[in-house]
């Protein structure tokens, strides 16, 4: 019986690159990509089918390289904007770090914050001058604690952190929106998938 959208898991945006990757490795390989990802079970009688999938699994990534090449000047410009991000976050971060330091505010890196959202003031910078500067010391001295949330992107920091008291603030660092993210979102998205529906195979197999 054919999976249904419902059944599918994985977004419509994701579903747009495994349909074209489909058609590219079925041509290949002989195998349905979202039959391997939906069912990987009915392959684990193909005896060539791990071998097969490493394969694949390259071709999928040079799928979403190829995509990114062919859109050097976004790439370059998301770049930019991922290193402009990083060295905010350091600016930010040292300068959080000290304030809560010097004004006795816990300041930590948790493994997860749990917060009521309801009423949660966000605001995101792109600059350091005197008026973040302030407002740093501002957010710092109505907080019970700082909560540093920053996310890793490739290898640069994109700094979020939570400032915790009365009313809840967050603050980020801006990081231009970019269909590179997308790109890089779906490809690893597919990779899991794809990770998944291998070891499944391989478990099946005795391997």
């Known amino acids: 019986m054919a999976a249904t959208v419902q059944d599918i898991p994985w977004d419509d945006q994701t579903d747009v690159f495994i349909t074209n990757l489909d058609k590219a490795l079925a041509a290949k390989y002989?195998?349905?990509?979202?039959?391997?990802?939906?069912?990987?079970?009915?392959f684990t009688n193909n005896k060539d089918m791990l071998a097969k999938m490493e394969k694949m699994k390259d071709d999928i990534d040079k799928y979403f390289d190829g995509l990114k090449d062919d859109m050097a000047d976004e790439k370059a410009a998301f770049t930019q904007s991922l290193e402009n991000a990083g060295?905010?976050?350091?600016?930010?971060?040292?300068?959080?770090?000290?304030?809560?330091?010097?004004?006795?505010?816990?300041?930590?890196?948790?493994?997860?914050?749990?917060?009521?959202?309801?009423?949660?003031?966000?605001?995101?910078?792109?600059?350091?001058?005197?008026?973040?500067?302030?407002?740093?010391?501002?957010?710092?001295?109505?907080?019970?604690?700082?909560?540093?949330?920053?996310?890793?992107?490739?290898?640069?920091?994109?700094?979020?952190?939570?400032?915790?008291?009365?009313?809840?603030?967050?603050?980020?660092?801006?990081?231009?929106?970019?269909?590179?993210?997308?790109?890089?979102?779906?490809?690893a998205d597919i990779n899991d998938l794809f990770d998944s529906a291998y070891q499944q195979i391989r478990i099946n197999q005795g391997k």
């Open 30 to 42: 002989q195998v349905s990509l979202r039959d391997l990802l939906l069912d990987p079970d009915k």
């Open 87 to 187: 060295k905010l976050y350091d600016i930010v971060d040292n300068a959080i770090a000290t304030k809560a330091s010097f004004s006795r505010i816990p300041y930590i890196i948790p493994t997860d914050i749990t917060y009521d959202t309801h009423g949660q003031e966000e605001i995101t910078v792109e600059k350091y001058d005197n008026a973040t500067d302030a407002l740093l010391t501002k957010l710092i001295n109505v907080s019970n604690y700082i909560g540093n949330v920053s996310a890793t992107y490739d290898k640069y920091n994109i700094g979020s952190w939570v400032f915790s008291g009365q009313k809840v603030y967050v603050l980020s660092i801006y990081l231009q929106e970019s269909i590179i993210m997308d790109f890089d979102t779906a490809n």
